[in-house]
């Protein structure tokens, strides 16, 4: 890049440094560290999490992702605006877990269920989340690598270091820095600063998108070529996609209800708002944040596969592709292929002469990996290389193959963007890497100390200066782990893919041990238990076999001759769901994506927990006292201002008082509340779903052709999101500054309580019971 992009990354790095610096003098007790002392409003909440919640490795995935189905898919994600709008503005599961005053995620199990349930939740919690994270370093640098195109490894007083290591060491210190200065508050105001910095930027960089390229006159006609069942522009011609169909997007609503709260990545946030109220409508004022976000990242993977494919751009594409090849090529078989190696130099005269030697036509024939000579994204050349590889090394086949996939769309974003413009869009995603670096950095190194050590220590507090050691020491150890294992992990799935996996050694039954615990008085530590355990079995059996298909498995399976037998048995198992579920043993990646697995870790783990919990339960559990209602109230507790404790009143039902039950109106509510509510009420459920139906049924009667898809997707995700742009930039800068002020001010005067630790004793919080002691 030029020096000038560069100095656009380094100068709003170093205002985000200075704020953390400067915030690090409010942290006086554990409290403080882990949630921020409980005083954020509501805009510092959105603003934050938005930027927390979305890091480098999810622009990552939706490159991924974009790139091989397009717009299509996401019209299907409409359907589930119901929920989401429910979810948001009944403050589902937020509400309930911000009134038990837990710190994290076990605190509330040990409440609710016991101890040892916590430090077994603790476990599982932390070693799914700290695998799941593991890869975000590798991601993050390998993107900023590829899209600045800096070499693969640096000369440093004679010896050579990877860049790739050294790109992770870098973001990953920076992080920890930011974290061990002062726990959330650090984070929460490093992340609203990153997130008001990115606003004029998401503008600039959505400006330059629109006015380079043409939407009707480049983009739409690219994504528009492609073949039967593979449509990138109508939801209605995609049968034929594999990984990505409608059953990911059924199971991603699936989860997104039976797992609410189960993924811990940004915990610190769940317990940071002032109130409850304050949490819930950080959630409803989310809804709002977004816009050219939202637009920028929809242009940056058309822009990318227009450029990609469009014969408008065929000779700039061809060279970015070879490029690709050749960096992808040195970066996952630089351990493989020794100098000298044969099939190297064949491989290196294909890629600059186009032209197939004869002993390399014989290497792909023969290879295990297959070559679709009909490639939709015209990548045959990239399959032949890795079909070559794949009959020498067919674990670098894999790692090669999903390098490329990950890097292709910031590759050619690379060979898009002209001076400044790169610097803008590098500095916002060093802004998503270090945002989400911190923030699970911060999530799983205080889940081990606070839901594992803690606890098997019973009782007994830690004195708040070691347990602040404690919690800054395994926040490192995370940060160590991560870089190890992004530095020697060779991940082959897709990112979404594992995540899904990784997530559900935790969250394939954990939903229901939350969701349950907050709702249902009749749930059970033994039904959590089971749950828990079954959901986690299948979570890692799947990750084993994912793991050792290839090299192991399919080898077994072919030289005993029963390659043709599993198929045939798994095709039939698939049958009834094709082509949503389609199974077939190959050589390639194991039959079943990480999306199924997780469907069938949800459903026996949600039919497990009502079973067993109906079986066991004795005596319903006290939720008054778990949520800090009527007598269990806390003196003083903004959590309950005006609503009333004891009996609620009945009061004749009206469609208007419905209406705002649906809506998620209380008595909490000010009138600029209401307004927010319903306004995200009438842009979800109204507009966005209720557009859906009319051109769902519509199409049912008669079907749209291609080119009105493309003029919808146009309405839908460029020009309403440019609207919602022009108005949130202004308001989310202006209300995110002055929150952060109120922010700090609250800090300032914040009362330190150091039995407000994360100990829960009988039940009950520790500082509740210490409370009680002073109270009359």
């Known amino acids: 890049m030029h ?102 995620m076990g605190q509330f199990l040990e409440m609710r269920y016991n101890r040892a349930f916590r430090i077994f939740a603790g476990i599982l919690q932390s070693l799914s989340g700290v695998l799941n994270y593991a890869i975000f370093p590798a991601v993050g640098a390998r993107f900023l690598i590829y899209f600045c195109d800096l070499p693969l490894s640096v000369n440093i007083a004679g010896l050579q270091f990877p860049t790739f290591a050294l790109v992770m060491m870098g973001f990953l210190s920076l992080a920890v820095v930011i974290v061990c200065l002062g726990g959330q508050i650090t984070i929460m105001a490093t992340d609203c600063i990153q997130g008001i910095l990115s606003y004029p930027f998401y503008m600039i960089v959505t400006a330059f998108l629109v006015i380079k390229f043409s939407y009707f006159g480049e983009m739409a006609p690219a994504l528009m070529d492609r073949p039967d069942g593979y449509s990138m522009i109508n939801p209605f011609d995609i049968e034929k996609l594999r990984d990505f169909n409608v059953l990911y997007i059924i199971v991603g609503i699936m989860s997104s209800t039976l797992n609410r709260m189960s993924w811990s990545g940004t915990q610190g946030y769940n317990a940071a708002a002032a109130n409850a109220h304050e949490q819930k409508m950080g959630g409803v004022l989310g809804t709002w944040r977004v816009g050219f976000s939202t637009m920028m990242f929809a242009l940056l993977g058309v822009v990318a596969y227009t450029y990609l494919n469009h014969p408008k751009y065929e000779a700039e594409a061809a060279q970015t592709r070879t490029h690709l090849i050749e960096k992808t090529l040195a970066d996952s078989t630089q351990h493989s292929f020794t100098e000298g190696s044969t099939l190297a130099a064949e491989i290196q005269s294909y890629l600059h002469s186009d032209e197939l030697s004869a002993p390399l036509q014989a290497r792909i024939a ?91 220590r019973g009782d007994k507090p830690l004195s708040p200066k070691t347990h602040l050691l404690y919690l800054r020491l395994s926040i490192i150890g995370v940060a160590t782990f991560a870089f190890f294992f992004s530095f020697f992990f060779a991940q082959v799935d897709y990112i979404l893919m594992f995540f899904a996996i990784t997530g559900a050694i935790w969250g394939g039954g954990a939903g229901p041990c939350i969701v349950g615990g907050l709702y249902w008085k009749r749930a059970t530590t033994a039904a959590a238990f089971t749950t828990l355990i079954l959901g986690s079995a299948v979570a890692v059996s799947g990750i084993i076999l994912q793991k050792i298909w290839v090299p192991v498995i399919y080898p077994w399976l072919d030289a005993n001759d029963w390659v043709a037998t599993a198929n045939s048995l798994l095709m039939a198992c698939s049958a009834p769901f094709e082509p949503f579920i389609k199974w077939r043993v190959t050589a390639e990646k194991f039959p079943i994506t990480s999306q199924e697995l997780m469907l069938f870790s949800m459903l026996i783990s949600s039919g497990s927990f009502i079973f ?39 009061r004749k039902l009206t469609v208007g008082k419905i209406m705002q039950k649906i809506v998620g109106i209380n008595s909490e509510y000010t009138r600029g509340d209401k307004a927010l509510a319903w306004s995200v009420f009438i842009y979800g459920v109204v507009w966005m779903f209720g557009s859906t139906l009319v051109i769902t049924v519509w199409n049912l009667i008669a079907p749209w052709p291609d080119a009105w898809w493309a003029t919808w997707f146009a309405i839908l995700k460029i020009y309403s999101m440019g609207l919602i742009g022009l108005v949130s930039t202004f308001w989310f800068l202006i209300g995110g500054i002055v929150d952060l002020r109120k922010m700090f001010r609250r800090l300032a005067e914040k009362e330190v309580d150091h039995a407000d630790d994360g100990r829960v004793i009988g039940h009950m919080n520790a500082d509740d019971i210490e409370q009680n002691k002073r109270q009359p």
């Open 3 to 104: 020096y000038i992009d560069w100095l656009l990354v380094i100068i709003p790095i170093c205002i985000v440094v200075v704020i953390g610096l400067k915030a690090q003098r409010y942290v006086k007790s554990v409290s403080d560290f882990l949630a921020a002392g409980r005083v954020a409003g509501r805009y510092v909440l959105a603003v934050s999490v938005g930027e927390a919640s979305f890091g480098l490795i999810s622009l990552a995935a939706g490159f991924e992702m974009f790139y091989k189905v397009g717009f299509a898919l996401s019209f299907w994600n409409l359907l589930y605006i119901p929920v989401s709008i429910f979810i948001t503005l009944s403050g589902y599961c937020v509400y309930r877990f911000r009134e038990t005053r837990a710190m994290t």
């Open 366 to 456: 023969e290879a295990p990996m297959q070559v679709d000579e009909q490639s939709l994204e015209g990548e045959t050349k990239k399959d032949r290389i890795r079909a070559a590889i794949s009959s020498e090394a067919p674990a670098d086949a894999q790692t090669f193959d999903t390098i490329y996939n990950q890097m292709r769309v910031p590759f050619a974003l690379r060979d898009i963007m002209p001076v400044g413009i790169a610097g803008i869009f590098c500095a916002l995603c060093v802004f998503l890497l270090i945002s989400t670096d911190t923030t699970y950095m911060h999530s799983w190194g205080s889940i081990i100390i606070q839901d594992i050590v803690l606890p098997l």
């Open 612 to 650: 067993v919990s109906l079986l066991t339960c004795k005596q319903p559990f006290n939720m008054e006292r778990l949520l800090h209602r009527g007598a269990y109230r806390r003196k003083g507790d903004p959590d309950h201002k005006g609503v009333p404790d004891g009996p609620i009143p009945v």
